[in-house]
Nanobody
Framework: QVQLVESGGGLVQAGGSLRLSCAAS????????MGWYRQAPGNQRELVATFTRGSSTNYADSVKGRFTISRDNAKNTVYLQMNSLKSEDTAVYYCNANLRDVAIWGQGTQVTVSS
């Protein structure tokens, strides 16, 4: 069974930075796409940043210029570097991967930005 394990969430002041990690139990080359989503209380889950096959990246407009997605293929890990954090970035962040059109989710990690 493929697993995604997130880490790196926490409490940070506005303007600060955090780096999230998502470690996969299989080679990340197995996935058609892999990246990060988030869900704030009362809101739908939304895309934050993803890699698609061919190493293309896709970012939500709200995080462009502040967040950077990267990966370490040898460690089967994808990262999300979050800079200049705002209170509206507060959410549970989920790692997601697409494996043969099946969506796989991590357990989520809480990010709280205090103003």
């Amino acid at each position: 069974q493929v697993q995604l394990v997130e880490s790196g969430g926490g409490l940070v002041q506005a303007g600060g930075s955090l780096r999230l990690s998502c470690a996969a139990s299989v080679s990340i080359f197995s996935f058609n796409a892999m990246g990060w989503y988030r869900q704030a209380p009362g809101n739908q889950r939304e895309l934050v940043a993803t890699f698609t096959r061919g190493s293309s990246t896709n970012y939500a407009d709200s995080v462009k210029g502040r967040f950077t997605i990267s990966r370490d293929n040898a460690k089967n890990t994808v990262y999300l570097q979050m800079n200049s954090l705002k209170s509206e970035d507060t959410a549970v962040y989920y790692c997601n991967a697409n494996l043969r059109d099946v969506a796989i989710w991590g357990q989520g990690t809480q990010v709280t930005v205090s103003s």
